[in-house]
């Protein structure tokens, strides 16, 4: 009954493959993201979609593409993976459309560690 | 300008203890909400407590309780009676105001804490 989960956990790879990280939830939010965590532990906003639409696309290279195929979704395409790529994934989800703004706290799912090697 | 700051890199505290991690915000909005998340060495990110920019109180969860002064733009957390398993990283975040699906969070670099038996 995970709220926020990710596949894979783990991934390791080599530099100019092509991967994809999934995220689902489980709790009838209307609004997904992906956060970036540095190796400095620093984390910052990829994308947002709210209802499948993409809403916030940060400064993120082009060979980052988010799909939201229904509102319980939202996966993550690299393409063409460089060394700069290696982090960690967190997928998140909120609702916006609520009554109280407490209601719109961001729940996390694991994270997926990337390796480029 | 940094929006979220957390001047304490690292803390140590002793078991049962109370301590107090530092959060300093910049906004010009009027309606914010101040997030703490906890990251243990497990990598997941848990969210902790949450203050609405017009709360008239102080949040508390538990061990947990927020020190939000607002004219200072402040929102320290207080953890009362440490535990060893409190041990992790901790992130001060902040969503600002905005249309459905642009309230992302941003977060501070996060402090690490050590709890000492």
Known sequence: ?117 | AQKITQTQPGMFVQEKEAVTLDCTYDTSDQSYGLFWYKQPSSGEMIFLIYQGSYDEQNATEGRYSLNFQKARKSANLVISASQLGDSAMYFCAMREGGRTGRRALTFGSGTRLQVQP
């Open chain 1, 1 to 117: 009954d995970t709220a926020v989960s990710q596949t894979p956990k783990y991934l390791v790879t080599q530099m100019g493959n092509d991967k994809s990280i999934k995220c689902e939830q489980n709790l009838g939010h209307d609004t997904m993201y992906w956060y970036k965590q540095d190796s400095k532990k620093f984390l910052k906003i990829m994308f947002s979609y709210n209802n499948k639409e993409l809403i916030i696309n940060e400064t993120v290279p082009n060979r980052f593409s988010p799909k939201s195929p229904d509102k319980a979704h939202l996966n993550l395409h690299i393409n063409s993976l460089e060394l700069g790529d290696s982090a960690v994934y967190f997928c998140a989800s909120s609702q916006e459309t609520l009554r109280t703004p407490r209601e719109e706290t961001q729940y996390f799912g694991p994270g997926t560690r990337l390796l480029v090697l």
